[in-house]
């Protein structure tokens, strides 16, 4: 496996062209990241350099270099110079003796024809071959361009994708152009700085691909050279071809390191270990978080909230009046003087939304004089709505010995501007800092929807999450033991899956559906926090709802299904993440071996909306698709359940994944049902489980409700048998049997009726 270069560059011209003296030194920068070995690492001795080179010469080299390499080989060809468009479209590069006829027409014998390099590509035995032209009318090299294909994949990790790419200056209508104050073209001097500088590693991984170094340089000369628009031109995976290494400068300073210690393999506890550690010298401090300092002032919030919450529970309160008593539960929080908010209005102008009182002992008329002379007039909407910042503040002085600060703390973008405005804030408050404005905006912005403390503590500890990334450990803990207070709220309704055969007609099975209690809606924010902070988040939600959607199940069965035929399958959402857990996996158990659900009557359906996991105990998977699949196994070894796949057609939903996990259904998710063509991904969903599994799973197509664009009966002419979702039956806390008028009203929409 070879890296084979043919660098070709042409500056002077015998006859009409103008001269090109950036050629020769695009060649040589191009030489240069080539053959160093911390970027393109192409052997000296494998780089061909061809300046000024004659026609028959600049030929040869070219059909030698292609026909010289293996399968395997990396071969690559740049050229700058002048490109040269005939009438039919056709490219051609120059060379230093071409030229036209007396009538203008162009002698083909004085140049290299694209369609020479295409035959000689075409007959190179090289798998990964990159083409790199930096003249005028380069776009025009794709015309008649093929690529063979023999089936054969053989892909080395160090070259990365099998296949062809052409990187181009211009397009096929474009001049391409030198930059004149440094004598190099634009075009290359990008190429070079992608590889030189490795910010053409787009995506991270310590390699530089074509796609990535194509998309570099665009980006670079859509700002320098606008009108200039370089093209890429990839055959199957010619764009992953990998040119080079990203070269760190600590890679060569290896005779720095000494005294290295050899570890060799260690591992850490575990959190379950650690626990039951006795000896206090085992445990270890956290390292100081910026918003430990906010704990307090979150806590007094959230009290001050829960006096006003219960007030409104016992009185009727109108919406002024709760206004003014989330602004004094501000003011009290931050010991400050005065809290509003502002809006616009109609004409653009600022107007008092809502105020709290003012603090006891504060002169009125000073407070608005402040505000209009020193406050307000240095207010800006690009200072206030500063994306990089929560909030801006302002100290104002009285005097030698006293002073105080303003906050302004954005609350809703513009035109429907609204802002926050704290004034009297101490000069020294432990409070002024971005985070404050991010709790005060969060904590209003909550309160608009719920005064419920435990809801507007979530949210504001959410927002600090998605804002700061991560939180102090308090923090963390309290939001943890939060989304278990809310769980206990949650219970499960029971959702009918529907065969729709004509000659068999009844529920198949039932899925256990999570629900608020007061609002009987999905508890959406439930979800949100467990994709948000993650796994422990996600294994509590999963088992809680496998324990209490069994519980329930059985309950349910208690009072209803009586009949053999009644006792069908009731399928569980779960994360992929939480399967593998120990933790589930014990769960699973628990409600088999104590009887709530016999493992026959239980399906355990996996979110295509989720990734499968890439870790395992701190640990990268190599094959995360593998490892799930054996973890299935055991499951199945040992409980004997079954398993589904859900929303099928959407997030990370692959062929692969729906081949690799055996299904015993799939579910097509409800947006399937909504996209124009709906019918062909159906169909497609249908023929995918037969061709890869050897007991192909029932095809489930879910979120049939009174909108869906298509009808049960053209659901059944497409081959579809199993229905759910509103149309069908609704969620009920309850199982049930289909009523005699509703089983009459689905046969007569499934025989189109």
């Known amino acids: 496996m070879k890296k084979l270069a043919l660098l070709i560059g042409v500056s002077d011209y015998e006859y009409e062209l103008n001269p090109l003296p950036g050629a020769l030194k695009d060649v040589d920068a191009m030489q240069r990241v080539l053959q160093h070995p911390g970027m393109g690492d192409f052997p000296v001795e ?8 004659q026609i028959p010469n600049m030929s040869m080299e070219i059909e030698k270099i292609f026909s010289n390499s293996g399968k395997d080989d990396l071969v690559l060809l740049y050229f700058s110079g002048h490109g040269i468009k005939d009438d039919n479209g056709d490219l051609y590069l120059a060379s230093s003796q071409t030229y036209k006829h007396p009538n203008g027409q162009l002698i083909t014998s004085s140049t290299v024809p694209a369609s020479f390099v295409h035959n000689v590509m075409d007959k190179s035995f090289s798998r990964r071959q990159v083409i790199i032209l930096d003249c005028c009318f380069s ?8 690529v063979k294909n023999d089936g054969h994949i053989d892909i080395k990790s160090q070259l990365g994708g099998e296949g062809r790419a052409v990187l181009t200056s211009s ?6 152009f030198e930059e004149q104050a440094s004598n190099h073209s634009i075009y290359t001097r990008f190429l070079v700085e992608g590889i030189e500088n490795g910010k053409a590693d787009i995506d991270g991984d310590g390699v530089i691909s074509v796609d990535e170094l194509h998309e570099y340089t665009r980006t670079r000369m859509r700002k320098t050279a606008p009108k200039t628009k370089p093209e890429i031109y990839a055959f199957e995976e010619g764009c992953k071809i990998q040119l080079s290494k990203v070269y760190t400068s600590h890679q060569t300073s290896c005779s720095l390191l000494r005294n290295q210690i050899n570890f060799g393999e260690l591992k850490l506890g575990r959190t379950q270990q650690q626990q039951n550690y006795d000896d206090c010298s085992l445990q270890f401090d956290y390292l100081p978080n910026f918003l430990e300092t906010f704990e307090s002032f979150i806590e007094i919030l959230i ?6 919450s219960n007030i409104q529970n016992t009185e009727n309160i109108l919406s002024e009046t709760l206004e003014f008593q989330k602004l004094e539960s501000i003011r009290e929080a931050s010991e400050a003087d005065f809290v509003f908010v502002l809006k616009n209005d109609s004409d653009d102008n600022c107007v008092v939304k809502s105020q709290s009182n003012l603090a006891d002992n ?12 020193t406050i307000f007039p240095i207010i800006s909407y690009e200072s206030v709505f500063n994306p990089s910042y929560h909030g801006t503040c302002k100290i104002n002085e009285y005097g030698n010995n006293y002073a105080n600060t303003f906050a302004i703390i954005p609350l809703k973008m513009p035109p429907e501007a609204e802002i926050m405005v704290v004034c009297g804030l101490p000069r020294d408050s432990y409070l002024l800092g971005d985070a404050y404005g991010k709790i005060l905006s969060s904590f209003y912005q909550s309160t608009q929807e719920s005064l419920e403390p435990m809801f507007v503590e979530a949210a504001i500890i959410d927002a600090l999450k998605k804002d700061f990334k991560f939180v102090s450990k308090s923090l963390y803990d309290r939001r943890f033991q939060l989304f278990c207070e809310r769980l206990q709220k949650m219970v499960v ?6 065969c729709i055969d004509v000659n068999e007609f009844f529920i198949s099975g039932w899925e256990a559906l999570a629900r608020d209690t007061q609002s009987l809606t999905a508890p959406v924010d439930l979800f949100q926090a467990a994709e948000l902070w993650g796994s422990q988040f996600k294994l509590e939600l999963d088992q809680y709802f496998l324990r209490v959607a069994a519980q329930s199940y059985k309950q349910a069965r208690k009072s209803k299904q009586r009949r053999l035929s009644d006792v069908v399958p009731l399928s569980v959402n779960v994360y992929p993440e939480s399967l593998i857990k120990e933790a589930y996996f014990e769960t699973v158990r628990e409600v088999i071996e104590e009887n709530i659900i016999s493992p026959r009557n239980l399906i355990l359906e996996i979110s295509e909306k989720s990734e499968l996991p890439n870790f395992n ?3 990268r998977l190599d094959n995360p698709l593998l490892f799930f699949k054996n973890k299935l196994l055991e499951y199945v070894h040992k409980f004997n359940i079954r398993f589904a796949i859900d929303d099928f057609g959407v997030g ?21 049902l909504h996209h124009q063509s709906n019918y062909l991904i159906i169909n497609f969903v249908h023929q995918i489980v037969k061709a890869n599994n050897l007991y192909p799973p029932n095809v489930i197509v879910e979120g049939v409700d009174e909108e869906t664009p298509i009808s049960l009966y053209q659901l059944k002419e497409i081959g579809v048998t199993y229905v759910q979702g509103h149309l069908i039956g609704k969620p009920e806390p309850e199982v049930y049997r289909l009523s005699q008028e509703k089983y009459i009203e689905l046969q007569r929409m499934i025989s189109g009726e």
């Open 171 to 176: 397009t096929s209508t474009q001049y391409s």
């Open 493 to 498: 309704y029971f959702e009918p899956v529907i």
């Open 46 to 53: 494998n780089i061909k350099v061809l300046k000024n080179p």
């Open 139 to 146: 776009g025009a090299f794709a015309r008649g361009m093929t």
């Open 362 to 373: 504060i002169d009125h008329n000073a407070y608005i004089n402040i505000l209009n002379t």
């Open 303 to 308: 009290n001050q909230l829960s006096y006003f």
């Open 617 to 619: 105990d701190g640990v």
């Open 652 to 672: 990370h939903s692959s062929v692969s994944r729906l081949a690799g996990l055996n299904p015993c259904h799939v579910k097509i998710d409800r947006e399937i």
